[in-house]
């Protein structure tokens, strides 16, 4: 996952950039040439673009950017990146460092997410069965 | 019970490592008070009244011996008060008895562990600088206060008889337990708009309340022909699970708006559970309302959008399935290695020799005759082996607040737990400790030993039984505290006669309207509230959880204007004398109130009114 500042935000004026409210529904959205869908966390607590970002990445099988922008705290990138999200400006006052290192430990997970749909069990019958 | 594997193990110690990591850089400053709160409140971590309160998570209620020495532990040694802080905060509360109306309350204790509603511990007085080394401390017993808290999927509760009730159609715990490996920090649903709260049963009566929940769900096997159902090869095979699955509610809850869930689906193939959850927590996550708290839980999503909600569901589901190929469909093997956990201990007794036992016992000393015999009837209750019984240890008793247990109370409650239960014991949803696994000739052992502990009150179920939430002594939402209420209801009640006459009673007190103490499904309910600044109760009848005593669940209805806090004994004392008067032999204090009405209850009760008299007068003029 890129980690961004506020100062770098990436440009999102662009015709293959998408930017999309939180409360809208991504699979009435038209993806044809998009490369950036640009999701928004109006408050830290407010967890509709999880939803979001899952529904692009699994559901509509979006492969280009899905960006978190908004209150974007370190705390919640491991989230964020499970959910489908490749990039994220941080909120201001986070550090990337600190963002970066929460990122590196992520640990290991019992349920299927957006980059890998399988839960813990899956693995585990295979292995039974194998 | 469920064992941990090393990669549960490893799971719990690297949360506890992550909330060392967040509380040192709130200490640094580097993470913001509003940034770290819903942070450890999804550990359990809350900020109260006085002190911070740890939620530990006993999931489904199971709790072996070794994790209650551990909550001992933490009891007696974390469970401390800076006394200045201790000092100021019984100020504060004695500051409330002086108030007009008041009734003065128990001191404020600590070295204490609650057993709540939803089967989990909490701990009132833990500084949160320590609230790292208790983090490390529950690891070692395989414990933790994940999603105790916080707006997301939270402790899943059960049957207290789960896996021993004789009414059992299947065992809920194995499905319990895959729920709660599921939703444990599940990446999309950590920031609901509101928390959500999942029950589940597999027996003929609901023990577990399940219609006032987020998500109800009952196991239940599906006696329809088999062959017709689509999902049924892949799901158990001549296992023993081939008809099994779920009957799924949605959207009850208390609080403001009382709701009793509705069934969405009558007949879920079992290992599609995750997969038809994961489309419900989904609509709920889009759609649910963020802008009112108080309208932000999924009843009001199911009440408004209706129908409409319920094809979004079925839509989402069908997606899952189709779409994303159902990932999370439960294999067999899982559900039977996670079942493999719950085999249920080899015991077995010579019933003679219990017979003989008890039947010595019932005809020693008189006192001990009675008092045994009631124990047995109502501490007691029959198993799905006909050798065991499962044993309630009442903490319903005076000079504790109902559901507390101090650190000796808790050691010695895990030494009963070894001797007399294979090791186990339960957390109930009536704030109890349940033991599952008592062989029947040593009940008269075991009740020795609960006496001498002062657990082996007979009460269970009855009037003193009451629920109670820790409300304004410790609770920073309580509106007016409920232990003192309840302390006061106790004193009044303490002839074991009386008690058994008046038969079994849900009494249920909670100290605000989020109703952690469930007033709404009481038969009685008391419910603190606040009117300038004072403490005053409101009363309802009538309420029902679900259960076979209180019949089909709904919430109770109010009697009239609230009672000042002195006059809440006079008022229960009228009301149950009411139903002294109108019973007809046998009849329950539930039954005999659906029969003659509200009427006479609301008359006695108004009746007793001498502080609020005048009120009362001035809100009817």
């Given at each position: 996952?890129?980690l ?9 004026t662009d ?7 939180n ?13 950036t ?6 408050s830290?607590?407010?967890g509709?673009?999880?939803?979001q970002?899952?529904l692009?990445?699994?559901?509509l099988?979006?492969t280009?950017t899905?960006r ?9 990138l491991?989230?964020?990146?499970r959910?489908?999200?490749?990039e ?6 986070q550090s990337?460092a600190?963002g ?11 349920q299927?997410d ?13 292995l039974?069965?194998a | 019970m469920y064992?941990?594997?090393e ?8 949360r ?9 850089r709130?200490q640094?400053?580097t993470?913001?008070d ?10 359990g971590?809350?900020i109260?009244?006085y002190?911070?309160?740890l ?9 072996a ?9 933490i ?5 401390r008060?800076d ?6 905060a019984?100020?504060t509360?004695?500051g409330?008895d002086?108030?007009?109306g ?5 001191r404020?204790?600590?070295g204490?562990?609650h ?6 511990v ?17 690891a070692?017993?395989?414990?933790h206060?994940?999603?105790?808290s916080?707006n997301?999927?939270r402790?899943?509760?059960?049957d207290?008889?789960a ?5 059992e159609?299947?065992?809920p715990?194995?499905?319990?337990e895959?729920l709660?490996q599921?939703?444990t ?7 609901l708009?509101r928390k959500?709260?999942?029950?589940i049963?597999?027996a003929r009566?609901?023990r577990?309340a ?14 329809e ?7 049924q ?6 296992s023993?699970?081939?008809?099994v699955g ?5 959207g ?9 869930a509705?069934?969405?689906r009558?007949?879920?193939p079992w290992d599609?559970?995750?997969n038809?959850l994961?489309?419900?927590?989904r ?7 963020r802008?009112?708290?108080y309208?932000?839980?999924i009843?009001i999503l ?7 909600f319920v ?7 069908e997606?899952i ?11 067999l ?11 249920p201990?080899?015991?077995?007794c010579?019933?003679?020799?219990a017979?003989?036992k008890?039947?010595?016992i019932?005809k ?14 109502q501490?007691v209750?029959?198993?799905k082996?006909?050798d065991?019984?499962a044993v309630t240890?009442s903490?319903?008793r ?7 247990a101090?650190?000796?109370q808790l050691?010695?409650?895990?030494e009963?737990?070894?001797r ?19 062989r029947c ?6 009740w ?11 009460n269970?179920?009855?009037?003193t039984?009451?629920?109670a939430c820790p409300g ?14 309840a302390?006061?209801?106790?004193e009044?009640?303490?002839?074991l006669?009386?008690?058994?006459d008046?038969?079994?009673i849900?009494l ?8 952690c ?6 038969h ?6 606040d009117?300038?600044?004072?403490e ?9 959880d679900?259960?076979?005593l209180?019949g089909a669940?709904?919430?109770?209805k109010v ?5 000042a806090?002195?006059?809440m004994v006079?008022?229960v ?8 008067t ?6 329950t ?11 006479p209850y609301?008359?006695?009760?108004n ?11 001035q809100?009817?003029?």
């Amino acid at each position: 996952m890129k980690l961004f500042e506020q100062a770098q935000l990436p440009p999102s004026t662009d015709s293959q950039t998408l930017v999309l409210s939180n409360d809208a529904d991504p699979r009435t959205a038209d993806l044809t040439g998009v490369h950036t869908v640009v999701l928004h966390f109006p408050s830290f607590t407010d967890g509709r673009a999880f939803s979001q970002a899952f529904l692009l990445r699994r559901r509509l099988g979006f492969t280009g950017t899905i960006r978190a922008t908004g209150d974007v705290l370190v705390d919640q990138l491991v989230q964020m990146a499970r959910t489908g999200f490749t990039e994220a400006v941080l909120a201001e006052g986070q550090s990337l460092a600190v963002g970066q290192r929460l990122l590196d430990q992520a640990n290991a997970t019992y349920q299927g997410d957006a980059v890998a749909p399988q839960p813990r069990f899956a693995s585990l019958s295979t292995l039974e069965a194998a | 019970m469920y064992s941990y594997t090393e990669f549960d193990r490893q799971f719990i110690r690297h949360r506890a490592a992550q909330h060392r990591d967040q509380l040192a850089r709130n200490q640094a400053g580097t993470l913001s008070d509003e940034a770290f709160r819903p942070l450890r409140l999804q550990n359990g971590w809350y900020i109260q009244r006085y002190a911070p309160m740890l939620r530990v998570a006993v999931p489904y209620g199971e709790i072996a011996a070794r994790q209650l020495r551990v909550l001992a532990t933490i009891a007696r040694e974390y469970d401390r008060p800076d006394p200045e802080l201790l000092a100021r905060a019984q100020a504060t509360q004695d500051g409330i008895d002086e108030r007009a109306g008041s009734r003065p309350g128990p001191r404020l204790k600590f070295g204490y562990g609650h057993f709540t509603t939803r089967q989990n511990v909490q701990f009132n007085w833990i500084p949160l600088d320590k609230s790292a080394d208790v983090m490390d401390l529950l690891a070692t017993v395989d414990m933790h206060g994940i999603q105790t808290s916080g707006n997301c999927i939270r402790n899943i509760t059960t049957d207290e008889r789960a896996g021993i009730a004789a009414d059992e159609v299947a065992d809920p715990r194995p499905f319990a337990e895959i729920l709660r490996q599921w939703s444990t920090l599940h990446p999309e649903f950590a920031f609901l708009p509101r928390k959500f709260k999942v029950a589940i049963h597999g027996a003929r009566e609901d023990r577990a309340a399940i219609a006032w929940h987020d998500v109800g769900l009952q196991v239940v096997r599906n006696t329809e022909s088999v062959a017709n159902n689509a999902h049924q090869e892949s799901a158990g095979g001549l296992s023993g699970y081939e008809n099994v699955g779920f009957k799924v509610l949605v959207g009850g809850g208390m609080g403001r708006t009382p709701v009793v869930a509705s069934v969405i689906r009558e007949f879920l193939p079992w290992d599609q559970i995750l997969n038809y959850l994961e489309a419900v927590v989904r609509v709920y996550n889009r759609w649910g309302r963020r802008d009112n708290k108080y309208k932000a839980r999924i009843k009001i999503l199911v009440k408004a959008e209706g129908q409409r909600f319920v094809d979004e569901v079925e839509a989402e589901y069908e997606a899952i399935l189709t779409q994303d190929g159902a990932p999370h469909t439960i294999p067999l093997a899982e559900l039977q290695r996670v079942a493999a956990s719950f085999v249920p201990p080899a015991l077995n007794c010579d019933r003679k020799t219990a017979d003989a036992k008890i039947a010595h016992i019932l005809k020693a000393a008189a006192e001990d005759d009675v008092e045994f015999g009631r124990w047995l009837q109502q501490n007691v209750a029959a198993h799905k082996n006909p050798d065991l019984r499962a044993v309630t240890l009442s903490f319903k008793r005076l000079g504790q607040a109902p559901g507390d247990a101090s650190a000796d109370q808790l050691d010695a409650v895990a030494e009963l737990a070894e001797r007399f239960s294979a090791g186990e014991a339960r957390v109930t949803h009536d704030q109890n400790l349940l033991l599952p696994w008592v062989r029947c000739d040593q009940l008269p052992e075991l009740w020795r030993e609960a006496r001498r502990l002062g657990l082996a009150k007979p009460n269970i179920r009855l009037l003193t039984d009451m629920i109670a939430c820790p409300g304004g002594d410790f609770c920073d939402l309580a509106n007016a505290r409920a232990v003192p209420v309840a302390a006061a209801i106790s004193e009044a009640y303490t002839d074991l006669d009386e008690l058994h006459d008046l038969g079994e009673i849900d009494l249920h007190i909670s100290g605000c309207i989020n109703s952690c103490g469930h007033h709404h499904t009481g038969h009685i309910g008391i419910l603190g509230v606040d009117k300038d600044g004072q403490e005053w109760y409101q009363v309802t009848l009538g309420g029902s959880d679900g259960s076979t005593l209180s019949g089909a669940p709904g919430a109770g209805k109010v009697i009239g204007p609230s009672f000042a806090a002195d006059e809440m004994v006079d008022v229960v004392t009228a009301i149950l004398d009411t139903y002294r008067t109108h019973r007809t032999s046998g009849e329950t204090f539930i039954n005999t109130l659906r029969r003659v009405g509200h009427d006479p209850y609301k008359a006695a009760a108004n009746a007793v009114r001498h502080i609020t008299a005048r009120h009362t007068a001035q809100a009817d003029a």
